[in-house]
């Protein structure tokens, strides 16, 4: 199979990236090649037929690389199947439930409505409060946010296990 896969991602400590590249690792098993890069990372999109993008969440915005890249490649993005994702909802339970109905950043939604993206997945993410800056350390104090790593990987391999199997009907 020649089919590329790129899946891009904005990650501020790491959590992101982990997600993106168990993502790939799936495409991988399923026998799709793929290329999980950081999304300021990527040039060109015309080697790749389909495009998995995420990004980590920080106060219901993406990280501006993913929100950059998203933006930029929008007529790329439309040409091709594109699935989007974030990760950032801390804690037990369901993610949305968690971010008080948040899904997806309303500064991309206009974006994402023209790509048409074939799915968009909220995750769970991960806080690690040894790589946080003193400022940031004192802002989760402050709002009594749940620390620990939430990543549900049933979840996002499930979601990624999808992908797959739509893209191997697709592009077989």
Known sequence: ???????AYGTKYGATAEIADKIGEVLREAGL?????????????????????????????WCDEAASFLEDNEKALAERPVWLFSSGALGEGDPVELMQGWRFPEAQQEVADRIQPRDIAF?????????????????????????????????????ATAIAEQLKKEIA
Request: glycine share 8%; aromatic share 8%.
């Open 33 to 61: 090649p793929d290329d999980v890069l950081p999304a300021d990372k990527v040039g060109d999109l015309t080697p790749y037929q389909a495009v998995v993008l995420g990004s980590a969440v920080y106060m219901g915005k």
């Open 123 to 159: 995750f769970h993410g991960a806080l690690d409060t040894n790589k946080l800056s003193l400022p940031e350390k004192l802002i989760l104090k402050g709002v009594k946010a749940p620390v620990g790593d939430f990543r549900d990987w049933e979840t996002i391999t499930t979601w």
């Open 1 to 7: 199979m020649d089919a590329q896969i790129l899946v």
